[in-house]
Each structure stands twice: as C-alpha cells, then as structure tokens.
C-alpha cells in the first residue's frame, strides 16, 4: 500500500517569502500522480497543483511550483511571495494510475503561518 | 456549472441515531469518492462509487456504515448507530471518468455526535 509522509506539522513565512512544503512517498509503482491541496479554514479542499510522474518536468503553477524527485520519491511544494491568503493547511496526495481504483491517499497535513 | 454539493454541511446525532450524508457530484460526473477526516489527520479514503455500482469500499468500517450511488439521486453515505468516534469531516468527490485524474470536492458535512 502506498502511504504519503509530510514530515513539517506546521511552518510559518513571511509575507512576500517563499516557503518549502515539504512531502515523501513511498510507492512500488512507476505510473501515479501527486498532488497539492489546499484546505483554508472554510475546509473546501481546493487543488494547488498536480505532477505526472512520468513528466520529468517540475509542474508549475503562477507562485506554486515543485520539486518532484522521483527516485527519492520526494515531492516539496515551494510558494512564492507568499500571500496572507496562503495561510492554510496543505495536503500532498497521491494517485496510482494503475488498476480500477484511483482513490487518493493523503498526507497528515502542514499548517501554513503566513505572517504579515 | 455547479461543483460538488453535499448536505447537510452540519449534522449532530446523539449516540445510537443515524445519520444520512448526501453528496451531488458535478454535472456529468458519474464517479464519486468519499474521504473522512478526523481531527488533526488528513483525509481518509473510505468507498468508490459509479453510478448503481460499489467499485472499492476497502476503506470502510464493515459494520454500521454502508454507501450507495444510485441511477438518480444524491450519492448517500449512511452509518447506522453513531457512536462518538465517528464525529468527523467527511468529504465527497467526483470525477467524470476513471481515468481522470481530478477529484473535485464538495465542501464537506462535519457530524458532530454527542
């Protein structure tokens, strides 16, 4: 089974820094997707970003860009100028893209300070 | 196009009632998961649905919870004699197809059981 760790409970910024999430995964297979979600403390759970594994390019989203790694099985988030309304807590998850069940399996979470 | 809904977004049972969560996945959408989330935890998987169909529900407690998608209506989780554990966040997603990668959530039904 795969299991996904976010090793960082909480971090804090500063307004307009740039921050690293930090998550690994630990999976036998080679095909599967990661994911960033965001949960503000409406507690919708908003996509922040989305890799392939099979794409070697990091995906990039406006301020949101990652660092995937596969062979470490490492994928961090970094967001820049960081936003008041960055402050959330963020949730890495992974996808299989293989067999008939693509359920998402999900970190504990980082709780993102964003500090004026 | 309106996203995924769920109702209601509250709910309080006291112990030993029942409690019915609906879900209305996304125009089109005929693929829905449910996660819950306990306190202080990220979201766990718990049943796979397609219309008419459960695909997965390894992540469900065998007794007392069940789920069903049926042809027309809500998807329906339902868990029968609440106990206090079961207070939680519990999420819907759908998808338009298997292969999709994106799950769109709906805002999520928080049960308090007192």
């Known amino acids: 089974a795969q299991t996904v760790t976010q090793s960082q409970p909480e971090m804090s910024v500063q307004e307009a820094e740039t921050v690293t999430l930090s998550c690994t995964y630990d999976t036998s297979e080679s095909d599967y997707y990661l994911f960033w979600y965001k949960q503000p403390p409406s507690r919708q759970m908003i996509l922040v970003i989305r890799q392939e594994a099979y794409k070697q390019q990091n995906a990039t989203e406006n301020r949101f860009s990652v660092n995937f790694q596969k062979a470490a099985k490492s994928f961090s988030l970094k967001i820049s100028d960081s936003q008041l309304g960055d402050a959330a807590m963020y949730f890495c998850?992974?996808?299989?893209?293989?067999?008939?069940?693509?359920?998402?399996?999900f970190g504990k979470g980082t709780l993102l300070t964003v500090n004026p | 196009n309106a996203g995924v809904m769920q109702n209601p977004r509250h709910l309080v049972r006291r112990r030993g009632q029942e409690a019915r969560l609906r879900c209305s996945p996304m125009?089109?959408?005929?693929?829905v998961y449910w996660y819950r989330q306990l306190p202080e935890e990220g979201l766990k998987f718990m049943v796979y649905?397609?219309?008419?169909?459960?695909?997965?529900e390894s992540g469900m407690p065998k007794e007392r919870f069940s789920a069903e998608f049926p042809k027309e209506g809500p998807s329906i989780l339902r868990i029968q004699q609440v106990v206090r554990g079961d207070s939680a966040a519990y999420f819907c997603?759908?998808?338009?197809?298997?292969?999709?990668?994106?799950?769109?959530f709906g805002p999520g039904t928080r049960l308090t059981v007192t």
């Open positions: 998850a992974y996808r299989s893209n293989w067999g008939s069940n693509y359920k998402l399996t």
């Open positions: 997603a759908s998808s338009p197809s298997a292969t999709k990668y994106e799950q769109y």
């Open positions: 125009k089109g959408h005929s693929h």
């Open positions: 649905l397609q219309k008419e169909n459960i695909i997965d």
